[in-house]
C-alpha cells in the first residue's frame, strides 16, 4: 500500500500539499469520549506555526484547524476524526525558475523519478507543510493519552544542537524551551545561536540540528516486538520528518562506545515501585517500555534551500544552475522541535492502543 | 496487531524461542517463479551462526534453514515461503538462577510487566536466536531482489566501530571484511580489535559497536511517502534488531554539524545518467531511493551479559544481584552485520514490490 | 484497527455524519498520471443522490464532490486524493423522540454499547449517507481501471428482486435499467414495482430487493488466495453496505442444489481465447478472475424506518414505542445499485494494484 | 500484499501445499496467559478429518497437530503460536494425466495464469487440505474466547440442506449434529440424505450443500463500522472457504421478500437485558453484535471432481476432456462445516481483541 497513513490501532492518513486548497488528516482509532475540541489542538499548531520569528519562514498561515467529524457534544464518538486546515497563503508566484529543475537535497528528482509527475508548486506533498497535520494529530494523541492514562504523560521537546554547537546539559532548565524561539533549554546558548542563525540567514545559507524528545509516566508494557518495538516505531516516525537524517534512542550512539559495565542500567526496589539507576535504555528494554523516561533524539539536515547557486540538471537531462531566493527556514531543525513531540505522542498513544487489544 | 511481521508486499512473520523446540518464518508476497533453494540460504545462516570463532556465544547450533512451503521444482510458486530451523543445542542447564530474576539491560523485566509471564530460557522470544529468521527471510529477499532487478544490487556490511575504536575511512577495503571474524575492512583495525576483545572477554565485560549497510545499484523511486519513506523504513528495520540503540542514514548526525552548502549533493548529467557530487543523503531523497548508494548505520550497545555482579530485582520485589556465567557475546555488534544486511534486503524488497502496485 | 478503511493497495478512508458539516474519504494508493477531475465523479453521485424520484427519500443534498488533493494539472500525482462533499440539508429538527430510544433494526442500540456514546442525528455515522463517499472511491477507481486496463472494464448494476417480485432473466435489457428509477432491466417489471412500491410507501411499510452487479472484462488472474481471494473481498465490500444481509458469487445459492454435472463450466479454445461453456462460477475459480464475467448479487433488507409503531426500549432501560414518521426511503436497496456498482470498481482496483506488487 | 493472511488482532498466516512436506500456521496476537496444549485443537481437527466415514475422500492423514513456539509451560506467553502438521499420506500417483490439463471448476487455470506456474500435485495450495489449519486457528481462537469471556461462547454447526433436499426447521436438534457423519441436525433427513450421496458417490456424481453456524453468548459491541463490520468480515471469512458460493445473516436473502413490519426485531426489557422478539438480524446490527446468536449460512458448491468427462483445455491451448478418478469428497459440504464452525471462531476472537484497543 501507498505511505500516508501512520499507526495500527491510533492510525491517521494526511493528505493535501503545500499549494493546494487545503490539507488535512484522517484518524481512524480514537477512542469513545474523550473530550475534544478545535482550541485543544490550536495551541499545538501555533508552536509549528511558519513565521512566529526571524528565524523561520516568513510564510503567513493561520493553520486554523477544523474538526470536521467524530465529535459530537463535545467528546469523541468512536467514528474517523477528520481534520482540515485551508490554505491560505500559497503565493501565486511564478515557479518558471524551479518547475524544470530538480534542486539538490530536494525530493524533486525523486517524485518526478518515481511518479512521473510532481507537483512542483513549493514542493508539493513533499513541503514541510504537511508536517502541521501531523502536529494536529499529535494533539489529539495527547488528549487520549490523556484520558486514558489519567494526565501521567507529558511530553516535552528541545533543541540541543544546531549546527556544530551543542547545549551544555549541566544547565538545562525545561521552563527556558518556552523562552526563546528555538526551544533551547539553555538561555546562554540560545542568545549565541541567535547571534550564529542571523548570520546564516543574512548570507542565505543555513544550518543544521539534533532535536531530543522526552515523554515522562509512560507505563511500562508498550511496545510489541520483535518487529514493532517502541524504539523501531519511533525510530521510524522520527525518520519519516522531512530533512531527519538519524534517530537514538537514550544512550544511542553514545552506548558503542560503552563497556557492558557502563551501560547497564542497575535495578533496585524503590518502595513498591521498581527504579533504576541511570536511564542509558531510554526507557525501551526489548522493545517494551520500562516506565523510565522514553528519550528520542534526532538529526535534521540543514535546509537544502540555500542562496549559492548549486549545480543540478533538469528534466530535459540538461546541466543548470539552481539558487533560492524566497521565504524559507534557514534551520528547519527549530520547527522539527513540536513536530517531534507529536511523533512521539501518536505513537505511544498507538502503543497504548495496541497493548489493550492483546494484553487488555 | 501484535508486532512479529515486517513488510507489506514482502512480508514475513517470524516465531520460536531461543529454547524452543524450533524457529522459522512464513514469508508472504514472493513472486512466483523466483529460483529457490535450501543452499541459497545457507550460506547466509552460516555467516551469522554462533560458534564460528572464539569472539562470539560458543553456542553449537547448526542452524540448517529447511523450506516447507512455497517452492515446487526449483522455484517458487507465489504461495507463501514457510522456512524451519530446528533447535538442537538447548543446553538444559538449571535457569533457577536467572528465572526470578531481572537481568538489568535485558528484557526480563518488560516482558514479565507486559504479559504477566515469560519463557526465561535464553531470553525465550527475545533472544538473538531469533535474527536467524531475518537472515533467512533476507536470503529470499536476495533472490527476490536478483530476479526482478538481474542481479543490480549488492548488499554489504561491515563493522565500523567496536568499542571506541573506529576504523580509517582511508583505508576501507571491502575484500577484508571476509578476512576477519569481525567485518572489519580494514585489516590493522581487525588486528588490533582481536586483542581488544579478547581482553573484554577475557575480563567478562562486553563492548559496543556500529555496524554500516550498503547497498549499491538500487533502482531510483523506492519509497513510499510521507510516512513509509525508505529511509523511515529501514530505521525501523534496523532499530528492532536486538541491541541497536541508533540508526543513520547517509552522513546522519554528522549531517546536523553542516552548512547547507557543505551538505548539498551537486547533480550533473554524466552521459545519460545522473551523478550527484556527494552522497551526504545516503541515497534517499524525500523517502525515495536516489539510485545512489543507500547507505545506512546503526550502533549495538555491549551485551549486557556481563561477569560483573550487577543491582537488580527479583519478580517478587526484592532487591538481589545478578550475573552471567556462561555463552555469551563478548560484541554482538559483529553477529549484527549479517544482520544488518538482512533487514536492508527485505526493506528493498518489500519497497520494489510495493512501488509496483502503484507506479507499476 | 478501527474499520473505516477498505483496500490495500487502493485504499480508501471515509469519515463523516449524516448530520455533521461534511463528510469525505482519502483514497491513498491511487497511481500517478491518471486523468482525474471533479465531473468524472459527479455523475456516479447523481445517480446515488437521494430525492431523485418519489421512491427515494426527499432529504434534498448538492453532494457537490471537491477534490482537496492529490491532483495537479488535470492528472493524479500519486499522493493521496481528498474527497469531500458538504452537508447541506441536516434539517435542524427536534430529535427528542428518537435521541433515547434505540430504533429496531438500527444500529442505534449497538453503537450506543459499543461506544458508551451516539450521535443521534440522523443516524450519525450508521447512516447510509456514508455511502455517498463510497461512490465517489468507486469513480476514482473506475479512472484507474480505464487507465491501466484501457477501459477494457464495464460494471453494471440492476435491481432484480423487489419485495418477492424477480424479474424475469429472459427479458433482461441491461439499457432499460436507465428508463426506470429502480435500475430495472425489465420495463414491465419496473412498471408493476413502481404501483407496488407506492402502495408501501403510502402506508408507511418498506420493501426489501435484491442487486446484481456485474463487471465484464476483467481480467485473469486478479484476487489473492487464500483469504484475500477476490470472491471474499467482494462478499466483504457488499456485506459492509448498509442493510445488506447476503451475498452471492455467480449461481451462489442456487449451487448448493447443482450436481457436479450441472454446476461444472466446461472450457474450450475460441480461437485463441480460453471460453466457458457456462458461468456459474460466475467469473472467479480459486478465488482469482477467470476473464469470464464477474458476477456478484446481494440481498438488502427492507428500511427499518416504518410507521408502524415497534417496540423497543431506551438508554434508561425502559420498555417504550417508536416509529418513523419524516424522510426515509421505502426500498433502501433501490439506491444500494450505484453503490454495489462502486464497491465492484474499489475491489477490483485494489487487485489490480495489488497483482502488480507480487506477479508484475 | 499477498493474502495468506487473516484478522487484525488475532491475525493467522497459513502456509503448505497438499503434497508438500507439511502445512502450518503462525498465530500473531494471542493473549498472554491462555491454557493451551496440542489436545485442545486435536478434536477439531479430527472432526474435519478425511477419511472418517465412506462419505469423505479416503486420503487417510492423521492430522497430528504440533505446538512449535508460544506456549510455555502449559499456558501462552503473548509470542506467535506456530503450528505444524505433517502431510503423510501423499501418495505418489503419477499426476501425468492432469499436470498439463485445467479442471473445470478447479484453480488450476487461475493459478496458471495469475503466477506461470503451479503446484499441480493434489490442487498445490488451492487444495481443501488448506482448511486444516483454519480448523487449527479456530481451535486457539476457541481457547482465547473462552479465556477472555469465560467460556460464553458457544460455537455449532450443521449442514441443513443436501443437494436439493432442506432439513426441516421444526425438527431441528443440535444434539443429532453428533450422530450421523454430515453434522445433520435431523436425524430423519441424514438417513435420507446417506441414501442420495451414496447413490451420487457410486455414479461418481457430486453434491452441493448449504451450512449454518451458530455463535451463541457473543457480548454485545463486536464489529469495526463501516468497513470491517462483524457480518462484512464473517462474509469475508466464509466466502474464502473452498467451494463457497454464497454467504449469509441472519434471514438472508429471505429478508429481501419481507416487508419491514415482518423484518423488525422488536426489543424489549426482560429484567435487566434486552430481548428481542425475533432474530432476522442474525445477531448483528450496523455490523456490530447485539448480544443476539450471531447466525451464519453458507452455500457449498458439488465438489467439482467428477466421474463424467468434461471438455476442458490444457497449458498449450488445446481442446481436452478429463475426468476425475481416485479420491474425492462427494459433497465437500460436509467437511466445511468444522471450518465455518473455526471460521466463525477466529472472526469473533479477532474482533474481542480490536474492539478492546478502541474501547478498552
Redesign the interface.
Known sequence: ?????????F?F?????SH?????C?I??????VPLKESDLQGWLNARKPGQSRFTTQRQEADEVKI???V?EG?T??????LVIENTDQRSKDYSDIKDK?R????D???W???????YRGG???SAR?TAMRVAAGGVARKVLDH?LQESVSIKGALV?M??HHIDREKWDWAETGNNPFWCPDAAAAADWADILDA?RKSG??????VEVVASGVP??????????L??????????INAV?????????????????????????DG?R?AF?SN???GV???????QDVVVRF????????L?P????DIF???TEIFTKGRHDPCV?IRAVPVGEAMMAVVLADHL????????
Open positions: 500500500m501507498a505511505g500516508n497513513a501512520l499507526g495500527e490501532s492510525r492518513t494526511t493528505w493535501g500539499e493546494g486548497p487545503a490539507i488535512g484522517v481512524d482509532g480514537v477512542p469513545p469520549r470536521l467529524s467524530g459530537f467528546v464518538t468512536g467514528t474517523p476524526v477528520s530538480f539538490p537535497g530536494h525530493a528528482y525523486t517524485y523519478t518515481k511518479y512521473g509527475i510532481r507537483d508539493g506533498r513533499s504537511e486514558i544542537q549546527g556544530p546564516a545559507s543555513s544550518l543544521g540540528a539534533v511500562a508494557g508498550l511496545g510489541e516486538p520483535v518487529y514493532d518495538k524504539d523501531a516505531d519511533l525510530a521510524k516516525a522520527m525518520m519519516s537524517k538519524g534517530v537514538e534512542i537514550g544512550a544511542g550512539f553514545a552506548s558503542a562506545a560503552f563497556s557492558g559495565e557502563e551501560n547497564a542500567d542497575e535495578m533496585r526496589m513498591n521498581i539507576s542509558q535504555a531510554g528494554l526489548g522493545g517494551i517500555s520500562s516506565g538529526a535534521v539536515k540543514p535546509t537544502s534551500s540555500i549559492s548549486r549545480k543540478t540538471v537531462g540538461k546541466d531543525g492502543l495496541r497493548n489493550r487489544a492483546q494484553c487488555g
